[in-house]
């Protein structure tokens, strides 16, 4: 169901891969919600992708970016700014990578050159779109950048490696970019932490499938799917969450907050 919550409103997507990915769906429902975007991917992303695919669904231009590049987020920002009409309004960073786990390198192994970039990838370039942003004043009064983190950044979970540090290290930006671009524009910066979601990125970490269900037998709700995330995307983007800023909000079917559900107690009690 659409509500027009974006409507007049324009933006820029990250990340999205193919159908599954969570960007994927935010473009979709943003579209619905009546706002106008540009998509953008690291170049070798165009190639593997179905970026374009999107594009044409949504009626909206791709601009390749590699988001470690200050140069390619300056180009990126320009060029959305003359296709777009003008600033934007709200920022979606749906961006994550560690070579390391990609490798399947133990935690106790780890290749050093492989850590910083997965830093890089997955945190330091939200402060990096944030730094750009705010160096040409991309972003109108009042928007909204979200970036999407995981709760491995609070509690352990083996096979997430280093990604762990790096959400560590992407909510911690959300809340110190928060505070100036809120003090200095008015512009809101939050991270949603999403459930376990069956994505490119996601599948690609040891033993998905268990704590997948883990996951979802020790929430509540189940786990929250890519398409609920993308509504919670959507409500933050829009004016109904105008006071909402240097939050790491939960979006996970109440994983977090959950000691032990009956789904669980059932399990073990078989
Ligand atoms: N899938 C999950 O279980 C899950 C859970 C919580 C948070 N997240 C986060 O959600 C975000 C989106 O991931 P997803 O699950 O939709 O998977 P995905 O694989 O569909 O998306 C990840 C995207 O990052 C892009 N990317 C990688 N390196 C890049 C670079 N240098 N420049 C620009 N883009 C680059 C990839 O091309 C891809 O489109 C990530 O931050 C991920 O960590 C995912």
Redesign the pocket.
Known sequence: MAYNLLKGKKGII?????E?????KVAERAKEEGAEFTL???P??MRM?KINELAEKTNSEVIP????SLEDIENLYKKSEEILGGKVDFIL?????SPNVRKGRDYGDLNYDWMVKSLD??AI?FHKMLQVAEKMDFINEGGSVL????IAAQRTFPDYSD?AQA?SLLESIARSYGERYGRLKKVRVNTI??????????TG?GGFDTFFDFADKISPLGNAD?TSCADYCILMFSELSRMVTMQNLYHDGGFSTSGITQKVIDHWEK
């Open positions: 990250t990340g999205a891969l193919d599954n990915s969570i960007a994927w953008t991917n690291a070798i992303a992708g970016a590699d988001a470690t960073h749906s961006i994550g990578m990838v997955s370039s970036g999407l983190s995981y990604m959400k932490s999403q459930s376990p979601t069956m994505t490119t990125a996601g970490v890519a």
